[in-house]
C-alpha cells in the first residue's frame, strides 16, 4: 500500500475515459491485416455500475497485458505437461515464455503509450506511469486469482506467480530488481 500511497495525493496528468473493461486477447479479431475489438460491456462479473466508471485508459493496457501472461504461461503450462520430469526443458521454456512475455508487453506497451501519450490519454511522465500502470495490474492480477479460485482451480497458479512477481518486483517504488532465475 505504501508503494502506491503517493499516487492519492497527485493530480494525475492524463484523462479518464469510457473503457472497454475486459480487453484481452480473446476479446481480439484478426482478419489479415486488420483488427477489430469485440465485447465492450465491460468485465461482466462487475456490477453495471462499477463497469461505466470512467477511468485511465491503463485500466484497459494493463488487462491485455495480463493477457500476454496468460498466454505465455498457458502454452509453457502445455508444453510442459507433454515432457514430465525434463526439469531442464521447463526451465528453457520458462526463459523462452517470460522472454516472449516482456518483448510483446513491451512492443505492445510502446506502442499504445506513444499514440495514447500524444492525445493526453496517459500521463506522459513515467513519474505517474509506472505506478498507475502497477497499480491497473496489481488490481486486474487479484481480480483473476478471485475468478480462478471461482471458475478454474487449476489455472490458479497463473495469477498468484503474477501477484508474487509483482510484489517482489519493486518495494516502496524503487527500481525494478533482477530476480534471480528459479532453475
Known amino acids: ?8 495525493d497527485r493530480r494525475i496528468p492524463a484523462c479518464r475515459i469510457r473503457c472497454h ?21 465491460g468485465e461482466p462479473r462487475r456490477p453495471l455500475g462499477e463497469r461505466r466508471l470512467k477511468r485511465s485508459p491503463l485500466h484497459d493496457v494493463a488487462s491485455m497485458l495480463r493477457s ?21 526443458g521447463r526451465s528453457t521454456g520458462q526463459q523462452w515464455a517470460r522472454f516472449w512475455r516482456g518483448w510483446v508487453c513491451a512492443a505492445f506497451l510502446r506502442e499504445y503509450v506513444g499514440v495514447a501519450s500524444g492525445e493526453h ?26 475468478y480462478e479460485l471461482e471458475e478454474r482451480p487449476e489455472w ?26 528459479r532453475s
Open 1 to 8: 500500500m505504501s508503494r502506491f500511497r503517493w499516487l492519492l
Open 21 to 41: 473493461g475486459n480487453y484481452h486477447l480473446q476479446q481480439v479479431l484478426c482478419s489479415g491485416d486488420d483488427f477489430t475489438v469485440i465485447d465492450f460491456e
Open 68 to 88: 500476454f501472461d496468460y498466454a505465455a504461461r498457458r502454452a509453457l503450462a502445455e508444453r510442459v505437461d507433454g515432457t514430465a520430469g525434463r526439469a531442464r
Open 121 to 146: 490519454l496517459v500521463p506522459p511522465d513515467r513519474e505517474f506511469l509506472v505506478p498507475l500502470l502497477d497499480v491497473y495490474l496489481l488490481e486486474r492480477a487479484i481480480y483473476e486469482l478471485g
Open 156 to 181: 490458479i497458479e497463473i495469477p498468484l506467480l503474477a501477484v508474487l512477481e509483482m510484489l517482489e518486483a519493486r518495494s516502496d517504488g524503487d527500481p525494478p530488481r533482477r530476480r534471480k532465475s
